[in-house]
């Protein structure tokens, strides 16, 4: 928890996007949440907009509601908003079409399954109030049934890959921990157990073989983060589902903590989204400017990087 003096949470609360501001109220200040504030957000306004995302794929990177549903959850949309859950009904919808189920392929007794998006899916869902959908509860059986003797999740169909995609078992761990809670499905917890594990045992983002950072782009928060795994994403989920305070957190808190800048906030990668406009693939649906260093910065408060 942040410090309610510090620096960034009054930024926060003062300056930040009308969404990123009512969040940073209710966590900072203890004041309950305002789906008025959050809902004036235009970036949440964009996001929530017919317009862009009817008749698209829901998964097409990064304006399909898929994505756009994860970035408003985290925003604080509310349950029960009626937009919101339109889109998320054609993302369920997507995900547990039992064709696309029965494309799943098992290679030498693991499967291999990019478990990140039902993950995602089945998170926002939940979030939105829709945790007794049926569909919800096919994704959330079939990932349970995915999951890897490690505790994690990979879609890597090489025979010889062994050890889970930490990109694939985050947003999965995110998924299930939020239906759990919802339910109280034991399943889902034994799970979310076992996967957070999985991390742990690498503090995070450290090689148990070299002790150090496994990729670079692991100790370099993104935002939004997609199904990319970064040190500030995972210590976010970790403690989401209950396991913040274990020790084997502290040295990626620590390399969250070096890169603080000296205005107290933090900053996500730069060029890492790409505006809407640009042509190709993989373009946004807003414009995230400094929402994305503000979401950054909110998160690197809320999973105490900025403890001495």
């Known amino acids: 928890m942040a410090f309610l003096g510090d620096p960034s949470a009054a930024w926060l609360i003062d300056s930040g996007d009308p969404a990123i501001a009512a969040l940073a109220r209710t966590e900072f200040l203890g004041e309950p949440p305002s789906a008025g504030q ?21 998964y097409a990177k990064w304006s399909g509601a898929h994505w ?14 009626a937009r919101a859950v339109r889109m998320c009904d054609s993302v369920l919808a997507h995900w547990s079409d039992p064709r696309r189920l029965a494309e799943v392929k098992t290679v030498r007794g693991l499967v291999r399954r990019c478990a990140s998006q039902e993950g995602n899916a089945v998170a926002t869902a939940v979030r939105l109030g829709l945790s007794r959908d049926p569909r919800v509860e096919l994704l959330v ?20 890959a062994r050890h889970s995609s ?57 935002y939004p983060p997609y199904w990319h795994y970064d040190v500030l994403q995972a210590l976010l989920v970790v403690q989401r589902v209950g396991r913040g ?8 808190r620590q390399i969250l903590a070096a890169r603080r800048k000296r205005d107290a906030t933090w900053r996500a990668v730069d060029r890492w989204w790409r505006p809407p406009g640009s042509a190709g693939s993989g373009v946004e649906a807003v414009d995230w400017g400094q929402v994305a260093h503000q ?14």
């Open 245 to 252: 305070t274990d020790p084997r957190t502290e040295r990626a």
């Open 38 to 58: 959050t809902l004036s957000s235009p970036i949440v306004e964009t996001l929530l907009s017919v317009e862009g995302h009817s008749n698209q794929d829901p």
């Open 166 to 222: 930490f990109h694939e078992t985050l947003p999965t761990l995110w998924g299930l921990h939020e239906y759990a809670v919802a339910t109280g499905d034991r399943a889902c917890t034994a799970a979310v157990r076992a996967g957070s594990e999985l991390l742990l045992q690498h503090e995070i983002v450290f090689s148990r073989r070299t002790g150090h950072p496994i990729h670079p782009s692991f100790i370099r928060p993104h």
């Open 141 to 160: 059986e079939r990932l349970l049934s995915w999951q890897w003797p490690d505790g994690g999740w990979n879609c890597d169909a090489r025979p010889e």
């Open 68 to 81: 756009r549903l994860v970035s408003a959850v985290e925003l604080g949309v509310p349950p029960g908003e």
């Open 295 to 308: 979401m950054v910065t909110l998160n690197a408060l809320r999973v105490g990087a900025n403890r001495r």
